[in-house]
């Protein structure tokens, strides 16, 4: 089992591979990564006394997929970072094969969280859809994000409808008229991915109280869903697996969004609107929000996602994926946008201001920057952000286009009428690009062997640049 007396007794053996992590180039410097092995999605967000709490799913021993623990990263500033020993391990019966995600709710002086105890069967063979796993609901609590209370099992598949195959999973809590509501990710007998909600008032008793279906084919499974309410826009959040592209539409494995829904909570009735996709790069998954005291709503994504076929070279050193960096969301006529958050202006060192014209002149010397981008008007370019990667606006669509950094991806592009503007975050091997004031974003690792990189406008354009050389977090390692 791997509790914390094994994670204890294996820490110094796996030296080695925090060793290993310092040596890698594709290090990020502004985002959070595992200190060693594996990553994947953002968990139990929340902010308590002015600390905000970073959990994530973390294999600390393995570069790929493997059994799942909560890693920890806590902050005040969002630029001073402190990891932390990893909040939850999988010691008990009912999540014996992985703390699955989850989130947290902070209620009176307490942070609630609900997550997925994972369970997989090995004394025969499985399906592992309908037989061969189990998905439980467990709570805890915390004062302060890091002691906790026992783990209390509040619900089993045997609690769910019966309709339900035995993925059900990653609970979030939303708060409405003293009612909280859970959502859980889900997939039916007939492999229709939906949204299962409960009902409580008082955060231990939960009460089936309706699934939630798009009325036309969306995917076999629906992961990570999230309810959250901006402005008096309520949105449904979740990551819909088993959906064809269609144009630019769901070009990933996998797809990440969100509905816009209006539900009517006294009658339960609800009307989904469009699903909207949240990113249109490669590496973008199992998005998580919630509101910090400052009552912004901030999102984080696992800049990754699963089953994609490429191999990131970061194995070779030991870790592998991160997060996105932190993102507010913004409502504007019952669409979202992401902004990058404020906070991070405060890594910016010397600035570039120019017309695009004389940018050309200027050698990029380090790779992690930001780069605002104004276009006078709407027109066609052609921006080079690595030596081998391209962002190129032609025939009304937006690709950005990989070469060997990639590691296998290629392109991906916008159906897209006019740009006007263009913000990029480019860490050491990641770009992260806000189209439009952040009505689209393009989020992909890349990975390059030298940091000194070619970053110009190969076309002419008329507009201006803001460019910053970007400082990197400060971390207390463990
Ligand atoms: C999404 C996901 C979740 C699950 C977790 C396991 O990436 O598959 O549904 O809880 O990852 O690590």
Redesign the pocket.
Known sequence: MFDYEYYKQNYNAYSYMRDNVRKDNNRLRYHLMPPTGWL??PNGLCQKDGTYHIYF?FSPFSSSWDI?LWGHYTTKDMINFKEEEPFLFPDIDFDRD?V??GSAFVKDNNINYFY?GNVKLKDKQYDYINEGREQNIIHISSKDGIFKTNKKLIMTNNDFPKNMTKHV??PKIYFEDDIYYMSL?ARDKENRGCIILYKSIDLENFKYYNTIYTDYDFGYMW??PDIFKINNNLFLLC?PQGVEQQGDKYQNIYQNGYFKIDYDFIKNEYNLGDFVEFDKGFDF??TQTFQDEKGRRILYA?MGI?DADYTNPTTKYNWQHSLTMPRQLIEKDGRLYQKPLDELKSLRKDEIKCSINKFKNIKIEDICFEMNIEFLYNQEFNLQIRDDVFLIYKNNLLTLSLGKSGYGRDKRYIDIKYVKDITIFSDTSSLEIFINDGEYTMTTRVYSIDLKQQVKFLSENKGNILFYYLDGYNIEWR
């Open positions: 994947n999605d799913q799942k992985g699955y995600s997925t999973r990653d990710g992961e990570c990551c998954y199992a696992w699963p």
